[in-house]
């Protein structure tokens, strides 16, 4: 559905069931997932498409490593306030300290 000039792209499965890193042993066989209903089908049929292939990757580069820096590297994993204005004024600081990290980084490069 297009609302507001929005036309998502959504995930329907993931696309391999293991990562490559995972040394687990292999678990048992199951029967691949059958996509019956229609919306999913169609969003299948669209993702192998070569412009939203494309739109759909970009999201692996841009938006999840800033995530991981920010729990990993700068050991932000919980908030620590309560109240909803209490958290956005939290995780502002945190995306401006992100951003100033950044702004670091890049200036000394």
Not at 34 to 56: C, G, H
Not at 59 to 75: H, N, W
């Amino acid at each position: 559905v297009q609302a507001r000039g929005v036309d998502p792209l959504v995930a329907i499965g993931r696309p391999v069931d293991r990562r490559s890193y995972d040394f687990r042993p292999e678990p048992s066989p199951r029967e691949p997932l059958r996509i019956t209903e229609p919306w999913r089908l169609k969003m299948k049929a669209r993702l192998q498409q070569d412009p939203a292939k494309t739109l759909y990757a970009l999201r692996r580069q841009t938006v999840e490593p800033v995530f991981g820096i920010i729990k990993s590297a700068m050991g932000f994993t919980r908030f620590h306030l309560r109240g909803l204005a209490n958290v956005a004024t939290e995780w502002t600081l945190v995306a401006l300290a992100y951003n100033c990290r950044r702004i670091a980084r890049l200036s000394a490069a």
